[in-house]
């Protein structure tokens, strides 16, 4: 049975679709290589350190917590970002009706915008009142 006009077709997708997946094998090969290097140049970074003799323990856990406030403020500018006016004035709407506990989880999550006034309004209404019994 010939193959038909249709099954050329098909086999030319098949091919093109190989030849890009070998395309990202390679760009893929390439940036492992080039991570490679980064990795081992940063193993020369603390080497050094350490013959200088600093705590690598410390100097990688500040490396850690750099990169956490790096992506954590990269996402919090990402959903700034993503919130139109009229969604953030939703979300504002919405932090203000959980009240307290709601403007607790946002300001641990870093997106609560605090002013003066209100945060002084605010603790003034969450200070402890004894009460007599």
Same mark, same amino acid.
């Given at each position: 049975?010939?193959?038909?006009?249709?099954?050329?077709?098909?086999?030319?997708?098949?091919?093109?679709?190989?030849?890009?997946?070998?395309?990202?094998?390679?760009?893929?090969?390439?940036?492992?290589?080039?991570? $490679?290097?980064?990795?081992?140049?940063?193993?020369?970074?603390?080497?050094?350190?350490?013959?200088?003799?600093?705590?690598?323990?410390?100097? $990688?856990?500040?490396?850690?917590?750099?990169?956490?406030?790096?992506?954590?403020?990269?996402?919090?500018?990402?959903?700034?970002?993503?919130?139109?006016?009229?969604?953030?004035?939703?979300?504002?709407?919405?932090?203000?009706?959980?009240?307290?506990?709601?403007?607790?989880?946002?300001?641990?999550?870093?997106?609560?915008?605090?002013?003066?006034?209100?945060?002084?309004?605010?603790?003034?209404?969450?200070?402890?009142?004894?009460?007599?019994?």
């Amino acid at each position: 049975m010939a193959p038909t006009n249709a099954d050329a077709m098909s086999i030319d997708f098949v091919q093109r679709v190989e030849r890009e997946n070998r395309e990202i094998e390679e760009i893929q090969a390439r940036a492992m290589l080039a991570c $490679k290097q980064r990795r081992a140049a940063i193993r020369e970074i603390y080497l050094e350190a350490k013959d200088n003799e600093r705590d690598v323990r410390a100097l $990688k856990a500040a490396v850690k917590v750099r990169e956490s406030e790096r992506k954590l403020l990269a996402t919090k500018e990402k959903a700034e970002t993503a919130l139109e006016n009229d969604s953030y004035e939703r979300y504002r709407s919405l932090i203000a009706q959980l009240g307290p506990l709601g403007e607790a989880a946002a300001r641990a999550q870093g997106y609560y915008e605090d002013d003066d006034s209100r945060s002084n309004d605010r603790r003034a209404s969450n200070e402890r009142v004894e009460t007599p019994y």
